[in-house]
């Protein structure tokens, strides 16, 4: 990933934890389609794996780019929970939806990112990311067209056992 994608990885992992400031971020690893990065903050270790889609269809007014995070924060008992980040807002009070392998799961949005509604799902998903090819995320943007994003699950496995090590 190009040093833009690590300062906007960086920015999402820091709004996603609340922190105000890392002190230190360090990549943990390129592992072909996912990437897998460490930082520090006010709670301590936070780790993420980090891909972002091959095609989005269609590309919604004003989009910017998308990105999926899986994150082990360790001093707050967090393990792979998954983030989107999609490059457009959402529909208000919409849901949108992570396909893989034929596993669906649910994710309330707010704004331009979606979590999962059912937050005991988080090792199941990345269960199915481990052991997919590939991923899709259907999901409403404020205009109320239908985007899909599809992703590569190519080296997944790689990064989550690269932040389950760095953390």
């Known amino acids: 990933m190009s040093k833009s994608a690590l300062a906007l990885a960086l920015a999402g992992t820091l709004f996603l934890t609340g922190a105000a400031q890392a002190q230190q971020v360090r990549l ?14 006010a709670a301590g270790a936070v780790c993420f794996a980090m891909t972002k889609p091959e095609s989005v269809t269609p590309a919604p007014d004003g989009y910017t ?23 457009f807002t959402f529909q208000p009070d919409s ?18 990112a979606a979590w999962l509604d059912d937050a005991s799902q988080a090792e199941a998903l990345a269960s199915a990311i481990r052991a997919g090819s590939s991923m899709v995320v259907e999901g409403t943007s404020a205009a109320g ?10 080296g997944a496995t790689a990064a989550q056992q690269s932040i389950s090590s760095g953390c």
């Open 65 to 87: 780019q998308a990105y999926i995070y899986i994150t082990n924060r360790p001093a707050e008992n967090v393990t792979t929970e998954f983030n989107l980040v999609a490059g």
């Open 145 to 154: 067209i239908k985007v899909t994003q599809a992703y590569s699950l190519s």
């Open 28 to 41: 943990l690893g390129e592992h072909r389609a996912w990437s897998s990065y460490g930082a520090t903050d």
């Open 95 to 112: 849901q949108a939806t992570v396909t893989v392998g034929g596993q669906v799961f649910n994710l309330f949005t707010q704004s331009d």
